[in-house]
Nanobody, 127 residues
Framework: QVQLVESGGGSVQAGGSLRLSCTAS?????MGWFRQAPGKEREGVAH??????????YYADSVKGRFTISQDNAKNMVYLQMNSLTPEDTAMYYC?????????????????????WGQGTQVTVSS
């Protein structure tokens, strides 16, 4: 099991930016970011392959062109750079990792594709 620690949430005005960070305690095959707003289901925001040499990134349509997921292999960290934030981006953001093996990519946009979760960091965007 891998422990995940998130940081970087906060409150910003619409149009602003935030960068979320997630540190993993061990090896991961994929890592991603999900978000959950009150009364809504947890939804995938972005994920990427963190193990091996193949580059693979995915973004939900709602964040394409605004959010960027990246990694620092040396530090076992994944980042989510969020630009042009809107009030609709307000949610608890969770870091997730798949630490047990390779998975078909169609599973990675869903929570069940991951084995480890962080505690979450709140992002609030005001209009």
């Amino acid at each position: 099991q891998v422990q995940l620690v998130e940081s970087g949430g906060g409150s910003v005005q619409a149009g602003g930016s935030l960068r979320l960070s997630c540190t993993a305690s061990g090896y991961t095959y994929y890592m991603g970011w999900f978000r959950q707003a009150p009364g809504k289901e947890r939804e995938g925001v972005a994920h990427m392959r963190t193990g091996g040499d193949i580059t693979y990134r995915y973004y939900a349509d709602s964040v394409k062109g605004r959010f960027t997921i990246s990694q620092d292999n040396a530090k076992n960290m994944v980042y989510l750079q969020m630009n042009s934030l809107t009030p609709e981006d307000t949610a608890m953001y969770y870091c997730a990792a798949q630490s047990r093996g390779w998975r078909p990519t169609e599973y990675l946009a869903r929570p069940e594709g991951y084995t480890d979760w962080g505690q979450g960091t709140q992002v609030t965007v005001s209009s």
